[in-house]
Protein backbone atom coordinates (compact mmCIF):
# COMPACT_ATOMS: atom_id res chain seq x y z
CA UNK A 1 0.00 0.00 0.00
CA UNK A 2 1.44 3.28 -1.07
CA UNK A 3 1.25 6.06 0.73
CA UNK A 4 -1.17 8.46 -1.12
CA UNK A 5 -2.20 11.45 0.53
CA UNK A 6 -3.66 14.92 -0.30
CA UNK A 7 -1.82 18.17 0.48
CA UNK A 8 -3.94 19.17 3.10
CA UNK A 9 -3.89 15.74 5.11
CA UNK A 10 0.16 15.14 4.75
CA UNK A 11 0.94 18.89 5.77
CA UNK A 12 -1.32 18.05 9.08
CA UNK A 13 0.21 14.60 9.63
CA UNK A 14 3.68 15.92 8.73
CA UNK A 15 2.60 18.99 11.50
CA UNK A 16 1.80 16.19 13.99
CA UNK A 17 4.65 14.20 13.79
CA UNK A 18 7.14 17.52 14.04
CA UNK A 19 4.74 18.49 17.28
CA UNK A 20 5.90 14.83 18.44
CA UNK A 21 9.78 15.04 17.41
CA UNK A 22 9.99 18.41 19.18
CA UNK A 23 7.94 16.92 22.46
CA UNK A 24 10.31 14.07 22.39
CA UNK A 25 13.75 16.19 22.20
CA UNK A 26 11.79 17.90 25.20
CA UNK A 27 11.64 14.68 26.97
CA UNK A 28 14.97 13.73 26.34
CA UNK A 29 16.40 17.03 27.63
CA UNK A 30 14.29 16.76 30.77
CA UNK A 31 15.78 13.24 31.60
CA UNK A 32 19.71 14.63 30.87
CA UNK A 33 18.25 17.34 33.71
CA UNK A 34 17.45 14.31 36.18
CA UNK A 35 13.86 16.33 35.97
CA UNK A 36 10.92 15.01 38.32
CA UNK A 37 9.82 11.47 36.85
CA UNK A 38 5.96 12.34 37.12
CA UNK A 39 6.91 15.62 34.46
CA UNK A 40 8.76 13.13 32.28
CA UNK A 41 6.12 10.79 32.09
CA UNK A 42 3.40 13.47 31.59
CA UNK A 43 5.42 14.72 28.69
CA UNK A 44 5.70 11.06 27.40
CA UNK A 45 2.44 10.31 27.60
CA UNK A 46 1.96 13.39 25.16
CA UNK A 47 4.54 12.22 22.60
CA UNK A 48 2.76 8.82 22.40
CA UNK A 49 -0.57 10.55 21.72
CA UNK A 50 0.52 12.82 19.11
CA UNK A 51 2.21 9.40 17.81
CA UNK A 52 -0.87 7.79 17.71
CA UNK A 53 -3.23 10.38 16.34
CA UNK A 54 -0.92 11.11 13.18
CA UNK A 55 -0.42 6.95 12.53
CA UNK A 56 -3.97 6.60 12.90
CA UNK A 57 -4.25 9.73 10.37
CA UNK A 58 -2.10 8.13 8.03
CA UNK A 59 -3.66 5.01 8.11
CA UNK A 60 -7.20 6.55 7.61
CA UNK A 61 -5.89 8.13 4.65
CA UNK A 62 -4.55 4.55 3.36
CA UNK A 63 -8.20 2.80 4.03
CA UNK A 64 -9.91 5.83 2.47
CA UNK A 65 -7.56 5.52 -0.83
CA UNK A 66 -7.38 1.44 -0.60
CA UNK A 67 -10.76 1.22 -0.58
CA UNK A 68 -11.78 3.51 -4.13
CA UNK A 69 -8.50 1.90 -5.63
CA UNK A 70 -7.85 -1.47 -4.13
CA UNK A 71 -11.48 -3.18 -3.85
CA UNK A 72 -11.86 -3.92 -7.42
CA UNK A 73 -11.55 -7.91 -7.08
CA UNK A 74 -13.03 -10.57 -5.40
CA UNK A 75 -11.49 -11.05 -2.17
CA UNK A 76 -9.60 -7.47 -2.27
CA UNK A 77 -11.81 -6.40 0.48
CA UNK A 78 -10.76 -9.11 2.45
CA UNK A 79 -7.07 -8.84 2.22
CA UNK A 80 -7.44 -4.81 2.53
CA UNK A 81 -9.01 -5.40 6.03
CA UNK A 82 -6.18 -7.86 7.41
CA UNK A 83 -3.53 -5.22 5.99
CA UNK A 84 -5.64 -2.54 7.76
CA UNK A 85 -6.23 -4.55 11.01
CA UNK A 86 -2.78 -5.40 10.78
CA UNK A 87 -1.85 -2.07 10.75
CA UNK A 88 -3.55 -0.72 13.68
CA UNK A 89 -2.33 -3.46 15.88
CA UNK A 90 0.82 -2.41 14.83
CA UNK A 91 0.07 1.04 16.75
CA UNK A 92 -0.76 -0.51 19.94
Request: proline letters at 1%; one cysteine or more; aromatic letters at 2%.
Amino acid sequence: MELDMATDELKSALNRLRRAQGQLAGVIKMMEEGRDCEDVVTQLAAVSRALDRAGFAIIATGLQHCLTEETQQPGDMDRLRARLEKLFLSLA
